[in-house]
């Protein structure tokens, strides 16, 4: 009889059973990893993957140390052009200096390694050099100096930027400096 669902003693009276299709394959329980009916991923790719896993966590590490060594490199240069800016309070206030000062920015740029030495008063007007291209120029950045300094990027080189402050707030020049990228 048609539309009557078959009965099977093992199972119980009211349990149903699918018509099998002769024809189709069977599929046994498949293996981690594998999907039903598929064959299984060979094991050289799951050590490829992991292998290739590893590398990336490595050079995600490196990365990232790369990045922790730049970012400390220009917090103790700022750091050590910040310091050089405090000891130049007295020669910047002494107007009659420019002998001094020019001597201070070849002796900085000697200690410090540095490729260019600026020295400048609250107006941005130079007062000494070590490019004497500047001498007696107006640099428009020099007239707001942070009192933190700054490091700024160039292509291939650190441009530092340091207030010179008297009394810890009041601007009086700045402190600018260049150096190679290492």
Known sequence: MKGIASTNVKDGPMSTEEPR??????TEPSEAGTLAGKKPIPSWIWWLALGVAILMSFVFQ???AGRRL??????EIARGVQATAS???????????????????????????YNVVTIADAKG???????????????????SAPLEARVDTAPG????????????????????VELIRP
């Open 62 to 64: 490196s990365w990232m």
């Open 125 to 143: 007007n130079v007062l000494a050099s070590t490019d004497r291209r500047l001498a007696t120029t107006k640099v428009p950045g020099l007239s």
């Open 21 to 26: 299709n002769p024809s189709a394959p069977e």
């Open 87 to 113: 000891t130049l309070t007295f020669l910047v206030l002494d107007r009659n200096s420019q002998r001094k000062l020019r001597d201070a920015v070849d002796g900085i740029a000697r200690a410090g390694n």
């Open 70 to 75: 730049e970012a400390t490199r220009r917090q």
């Open 157 to 176: 080189r650190y441009v530092v930027t340091a207030a010179i402050a008297l009394g810890g707030t009041n601007s009086i020049g700045a402190l600018r």
